[in-house]
């Protein structure tokens, strides 16, 4: 009897285990939801761009997200940039506005790994939300307060890291930190998520930080005003909105 | 610079034993006494040491020319130490005993040690009027140095040689040391008997040096500092051969580089830069601005407006290249280029090309705008700029060994800019592009039907085609008229009045821009026309000649502060603004060039001065101005042979075989003091002028002769080194070494017993 008791207790065990805990796969898709919970965001941002000297820049950007891909990005300030412009609206239909030639340009895909407007972020940061993808994840270790997801490229994935390593809030499934490793398999850049807060019923950092590991560099984003599901149509995130926005 | 540097130090460190070693030998073969090898040894060592020690604590750097200090020490500090030890040994021999040796050596020969040490500082520290601190330095520590030789020498050397106790009598030796002495009285034969024949010899080397010397190249090629075949070599021709050269020419720009059109003055340098020949690689923020400008409206060349330079530069914020190029505060930025040769012939021509154009440049840029001015005054605002884009398209073409007649790059230009009309097709290029405009989805205003498009298109077409430009407010009224009259369209909710002003604009702009696009295109097609069919082919070319040419179409035009009062003072044009800039030629071509050019002022001034010095010291050592003029003659001879050697052979003054004449002087001066004092000591002992003659060479003359062959074959040494210019210094110094023995002992006694100074006359000496 105590040995049947034994081997039920390890079988209710094995069970438990399998039933519970989750998978790199799943816990990928639940930050990538997480992330993208809302309808729609509109975001205001007060950006800063820190060198390693410590000297600072500042901008002030509008960013509006629908769904995994639709991305609006306006700058503000400072004034002689106001109304440079960034629509995407898939990971290889991007474009570019700049006002003072009133002209829309859609960015080749060979500069998305290229660095966006001074910032640490590259175009594919920018674009780039929907991880499940093009990356197949694996936990490689779990932490007190967040799961340690390993991200590879899918075959055939036209993504420019050879390796992310993520790690994802237990209680909100936000990614606080994410490694971002080259080809080469060096790390270049850390992203870091601060402050996360439940607003309007969704997890969103308040602070961001993007840095190069080679150079020092870092972009701050601090959130500033943030609304959701206003209804923003598909229309929205159209060449002809970008311009229109940027006025 | 450094890999040469770290170069020429490691020969030194290498070489440097090796001299001293063969000195060792030599100097063991001249005296076969281990004294005579030693103490003259000591006092190079200690002096080279006390010397590189204070260079240290006054926080002075090793560099190229004060790296040759030791190697120079070497041969100034052993001489006293062999003309003391000579007499020494001589006094010994003749069987005076220890200390009374010592003295009397110290008597005969402590004036002229002391002078020829003073003489020598003087002749390196005539170097400290030189315009380069390295050779300033050079001379200041190696004066320093002969300082301290001098010090040991007159401390050390009496000390050291009263502590050994031998008292024994040398002896003279028979066989190979009687031997040495027939030679010199020998050549005391020849040189009293032969004398007329030795001054002619010396005018026909006179002559030889007058022919030769002209003939010095004042050139220098920087890798000649590295051995052929070796890796830092290799790697030099490498660069040169694949990165368009690596010396590097940097212009400092000062100025608001957030105006267009200072970043535009930027490129008109920067047209004439690679126009210069074997100029290339030119970088600055202008280009990268450029090539943005390219990327994003495809043409290449700054834009006009400040906006523009500000959005494109906002693309490549904070990137490394961007920061190496422009200061932080964007009031200064860098236009890099190299020139793809190391010979300072070359640096020097392209530097001074540079140079005279930057004197030139304006430091004040007046902007004013084409729109709106009086025809007269268009039409010189349009001739200046005529002139302006001829020159850069005439660059373009030259830059690529393209020659091509002004003229007709002028008639072109003038054509293009003051041409009004398009042809037919070019009308109905901009029509479509205005309707592909209105219907696609980028158009401000959405829905509108292909019928009104067309209308819109055709009516602003008139417009055009009437007055060769419309502005927004008559697009703006046409818009809004055709676009109220398609139906229910002022209903919906994209046509407010912002959208129909933007879209104005925007039509505003492709209107303008496909205009300017025809008008260059056709002028570029008359272009193509004045070079071989198929020889504009190349990408980079085709850019570069659009770029030129787009300049045609745009609306303001920056002139020199000089120019605007010519053109336009009568004609009242309102300024725009003003835009004050500086540019600073820097960067190694131009030091080297700065270099080469004051080196041989510098050079032929301290020379004069050295031999002034001479000349003066020597009439005051010897109470007497003619033996000051007649000292300095093997000196001259040693310096004309030396140098008609380089121009015969090619050898080109730099910055190390110009040192030699230093050397020369400097050693040359010992040697004459020593001669002439002891010449003088033995007639006044003798009265008589051979036997004079003959004991002097047999003591004074047979120290020169070990000095000249110890210090001069220590110096042949340098031959074995890796790098050219030291070669040919080690082989110069040497070569100059021993003729300054030759003519001492030749010239110099031929020419005294010729005069008969004072001295030689009977009686004559006190």
């Known amino acids: 009897m105590k040995k049947t008791a034994l081997i039920f207790l390890i079988l209710l065990f094995l069970v438990s285990k399998n039933t519970f805990a989750l998978t790199g796969e799943e816990l990928l898709k639940k930050a990538e939801d997480a992330m993208n919970a809302p309808q729609d965001r509109e975001v205001t941002d007060k950006m800063v761009l820190v060198k390693k000297d410590g000297s600072q820049k500042q901008r002030e950007i509008k960013v509006y997200q629908k769904g995994n891909h639709k991305r609006l990005l306006i700058f503000l300030s400072p004034a002689d940039v106001k109304g440079v412009g960034f629509l995407s609206l898939s990971d290889d239909e991007m474009y570019l506005y700049l006002p003072a030639f009133r002209k829309i340009r859609r960015i080749a895909s060979h500069i998305k790994n290229e660095d966006f407007m001074g910032t640490d972020f590259s175009y594919e940061d920018l674009a780039e939300t929907e991880y499940t993808d093009d990356y197949a994840a694996t936990l490689k270790d779990e932490g007190e307060n967040a799961y340690i997801l390993e991200l590879k490229p899918k075959e055939n994935a036209d993504v420019s890291y050879s390796k992310q390593l993520m790690w994802v809030d237990k209680e909100t499934y936000i990614p606080k930190r994410t490694e971002y490793y080259s080809k080469s398999g060096m790390l270049i850049k850390v992203m870091t998520a601060e402050s996360i807060e439940k607003i309007d019923g969704y997890w969103f950092p308040r602070k961001m930080t993007m840095e190069t590991v080679k150079s020092g560099h870092k972009t701050l984003l601090e959130l500033v005003e943030i609304k959701h599901d206003s209804g923003l149509g598909d229309d929205f995130f159209s060449q002809r909105n970008l311009k229109r926005q940027a006025r | ?766």
């Not at chain 2, 004040?364 to 001829?390: C, G, H, N, S």
């Not at chain 2, 070669?727 to 023995?741: D, H, K, M």
Request: hydrophobic share 50%.
């Open chain 2, 1 to 766: 610079m450094n890999h040469m540097i770290l170069l020429i130090q490691s020969n030194f460190t290498f070489l440097e034993p090796i001299m001293l070693l063969l000195i060792v030998f030599l100097l063991f073969l001249g005296f076969r006494k281990a004294g005579g090898v030693f103490l003259p040894l000591t006092i190079v060592f200690l002096s080279i040491t006390w010397a590189l020690g204070l260079m240290g604590w006054f926080g002075m750097s090793v560099d190229m020319l004060s790296g040759i200090m030791p190697v120079i020490l070497i041969a100034m500090a052993s001489a006293d130490g062999i003309h003391i030890m000579r007499r020494y040994y001589e006094k010994r021999q003749s069987g005076i005993m220890g200390t009374a040796a010592i003295k009397e050596t110290f008597f005969e020969l402590s004036k002229p040690i002391i002078i020829t040490t003073v003489t020598t500082i003087i002749g390196f520290l005539s170097l400290v009027s030189s315009n380069f601190s390295v050779i300033r330095q050079f001379g200041l520590v190696t004066s320093l140095g002969v300082f301290l030789a001098l010090v040991v020498t007159v401390l050390l050397i009496p000390a050291v040689l009263a502590f050994s106790k031998s008292t024994k009598n040398i002896k003279r030796e028979s066989g190979k040391k009687a031997g040495e002495f027939k030679f010199m009285e020998h050549w005391a034969g020849f040189v009293f008997s032969k004398k007329i024949f030795i001054f002619l010899l010396m005018g026909l080397i006179v002559i030889a040096a007058v022919i030769g010397i002209p003939k010095i190249k004042k050139s220098v090629d920087w890798t000649l500092c590295l051995r052929r075949g070796s890796k830092a070599h290799q790697a030099e021709i490498l660069l040169r051969r694949e990165f368009g050269g690596t010396v590097p020419v940097q212009i400092i720009v000062k100025g608001d580089l957030k105006d267009a059109h200072t970043m535009k003055a930027m490129r008109y340098l920067e047209r004439y830069l690679e126009a210069v020949p074997s100029v290339g690689e030119i970088h600055s923020i202008a280009t990268i601005i450029s090539e943005m400008n390219d990327t994003m409206n495809d043409r290449y060349l700054v834009p006009e407006s400040n906006e523009g330079v500000a959005n494109l530069w906002f693309l490549i914020e904070d990137e490394d290249v961007v920061e190496q190029l422009v200061r932080e505060d964007k009031k200064e930025a860098l236009i890099q280029a190299k020139i793809d040769s190391w010979e300072t012939d070359f640096i020097s021509g392209a530097v001074n090309q540079i140079d005279k154009f930057i004197e030139k440049l304006s430091k004040r840029l007046i902007v004013v705008e084409l729109k709106d001015v009086l025809p007269e005054a268009k039409k010189a605002l349009l001739r200046f700029r005529q002139e302006r884009i001829t020159a850069n398209l005439f660059r373009t073409f030259s830059k690529r060994d393209m020659i091509i007649e002004k003229e007709k790059i002028e008639t072109i230009v003038n054509d293009a800019l003051f041409r009004e009309n398009l042809r037919e097709e070019g009308y109905a290029e901009v029509k479509q592009e205005v309707i592909d405009y209105l219907l696609s989805e980028r158009s401000e205003v959405g829905n509108i039907s292909k019928e009104s498009a067309e209308a819109i298109a055709e009516n602003l077409l008139k417009g055009v085609r009437k007055d060769g430009e419309i502005g927004t407010d008559v697009i703006l009224r046409v818009v809004t008229s055709i676009l109220s009259n398609q139906p229910n369209f002022l209903n919906r909710k994209e046509s407010n009045l912002d959208d129909l002003n933007e879209l104005s604009k925007s039509l505003d702009v492709i209107i303008r821009e496909n205009i300017a696009e025809l008008r260059v295109e056709s002028a570029l097609e008359e272009i193509k026309k004045l070079v071989r069919p198929g020889s504009i082919r190349r990408r980079e070319l085709l850019r570069d000649l659009k770029g030129d040419l787009w300049e045609i179409n745009e609306s303001f035009i920056a002139l020199d502060k000089q120019r605007h009062q010519e053109l336009l003072i009568d004609l009242d044009i309102p300024k725009i603004r003003e835009v004050p800039l500086s540019f600073e030629h820097t960067g190694l071509a131009a030091v080297l060039n700065k270099m080469e050019e004051e080196l041989i002022p510098t050079q032929i001034l301290s020379l004069f001065i050295a031999f002034a010095a001479v000349v003066i010291i020597l009439a005051l050592i010897f109470r007497s101005l003619l033996l000051g003029l007649l000292g300095v003659i093997p000196i001259t001879m040693t310096l004309l042979v030396n140098f008609s050697i380089m121009g015969y052979f090619d050898i080109g003054l730099d910055s190390f075989t110009a040192m030699i004449a230093s050397i020369a002087i400097g050693l040359g001066i010992d040697t004459d003091v020593h001669f002439i004092s002891c010449l003088r000591r033995e007639f006044s002992k003798h009265k008589d002028e051979f036997l004079a003659l003959k004991e002097t060479m047999k003591t004074t003359g047979v120290a020169i002769i070990i000095n000249a062959i110890a210090v001069g074959v220590g110096f042949a040494v340098l031959l074995l080194a890796g790098g050219q210019h030291i070669r040919r210094f080690g082989g110069l110094a040497s070569l100059t070494i021993l003729l300054s023995a030759f003519f001492t002992l030749t010239v110099l006694p031929a020419i005294i017993l010729l005069v008969k100074p004072k001295f030689m006359r009977k009686g004559g000496n006190k």
